[in-house]
C-alpha cells in the first residue's frame, strides 16, 4: 500500500489571544489617561472656587474691621489711640510681627477669644426663612425650599492692626501709640482643607486713613480717576462738596 504523505501548512497559534490582550490594554491606558485629566481639571477647578471663596472671606473682614476701626477713632475724638488700651495686647505668633518692634493687634478675635478664627459660614438657625427659599425669581410657582446649598463651614477669617509708624508726634510713644489717625489693616481669609489637606488662604491689607472731609465709598474702576487710584466724587457728579472715593486695597478713608 503506497501512503501519500500531506502537506500541512502551519497556522500561527495564539495571536488572536495576543490581538485582544493588546487591545485592552490600550483601552485601559486610554481610561486611565481620561481619567487623571478629568481629576486634574476638577482639582484646578476646586482649587480655583477655594481661591475666591478665602478671597471674599478676606474682604468681608477687611470691611467689618474699618468699621469697628473707623467707631474707635470717632468715639476717641481728637485723642491719640492707644492700641494697647483699645485693641488688648499685642499677638504673639510666629511670623505676625513683633510685640515688641511692630506689634500686630487682633480686632476681631474670634468667639473663643483672642488667637482664634471667624467663621463666615451660613447659619440656618438665624436665617430668615427667604433666604433658603427659591424667591420671588420662581414666580408665578409658590416658593420652595432649597434642596441644597453651601453653607461655607470651612470658610474663616482674621483681621490685624499695625501702626504705620509715623515720623512726626509720638516720639519716646513706641509703635503702639497712633497720632496721625493712619493705622495698617491686614485681613486673612482661609478655606480649611479636607482631611488633612492643605488649606487656601488669601490676605488682602489697606492703608485706612480717618479724614474730616467728605469720603464715599462706591463701586467702580479706576479708569474713572486718576492713575493713583482716587475717584474725584465731585467732578464726576458735578457735586461742589467735593471728596474722595478711594477705590484702591492699599489706601482707603473712614
Partial sequence: ???????????PRGFTLLLALGVVAVVTMAVMLSFSVVGREADTQSDTRRKKEAFYAAEAGMAEGREKVRLLMTNLGPATLDLTLALGAPVNEPGL???????????????????????????????????????????????????????????????????????????????????????????????????????????????????????????GSTEQGGGDGLYNYGAETGSSSGGEIVISNDAQTI
Fill in 97 to 219: 510681627g513683633n510685640p515688641a518692634t511692630d506689634p500686630w493687634f487682633e480686632v476681631l478675635p474670634g468667639p473663643g477669644g483672642a488667637g482664634t478664627w471667624n467663621y463666615y459660614g451660613l447659619d440656618t438657625l438665624t436665617a430668615q426663612p427667604g433666604d433658603l427659599q427659591s424667591g420671588p425669581d420662581s414666580l408665578p410657582l409658590p416658593d420652595e425650599d432649597y434642596a441644597d446649598y453651601p453653607v461655607q463651614n470651612r470658610v474663616r477669617y482674621r483681621v490685624f492692626l499695625r501702626n504705620d509708624r509715623e515720623l512726626t508726634g509720638g516720639i519716646g510713644a513706641g509703635p503702639t501709640v497712633d497720632y496721625n489717625r493712619q493705622v495698617w489693616l491686614i485681613a486673612v481669609g482661609e478655606v480649611e482643607g479636607i482631611e488633612n489637606s492643605r488649606p487656601t488662604r488669601s490676605v488682602v491689607q489697606a492703608l485706612v486713613s480717618q479724614q474730616t472731609k467728605e469720603s464715599k465709598y462706591s463701586p
Fill in 1 to 11: 500500500m503506497v501512503q501519500r504523505t500531506r502537506t500541512h501548512s502551519r497556522q
